[in-house]
């Protein structure tokens, strides 16, 4: 039996945009497969603009 590893992914409490670390953000410079332990602490939300610390892990 296999068991597949999948990244988790993030989600914006305030508007609800995920971040999938596979895409990464790239329009501000974080590259695709970056987990989002590994995003600086000064990114922001691209959709609102709140900080790192106002994503939660998504639960699908």
């Not at 974080?30 to 609102?48: H, L």
């Amino acid at each position: 039996m296999t068991e597949t590893q999948t990244a988790q992914l993030w989600i914006c409490v305030r508007c609800g945009m995920i971040y999938d670390p596979a895409d990464g953000d790239p329009d501000s410079g974080i590259a695709p497969g970056t987990a989002f332990e590994d995003i600086p602490d000064n990114w922001v939300c691209p959709v609102c603009g709140v900080s790192k610390d106002e994503f939660v892990p998504y639960e699908e």
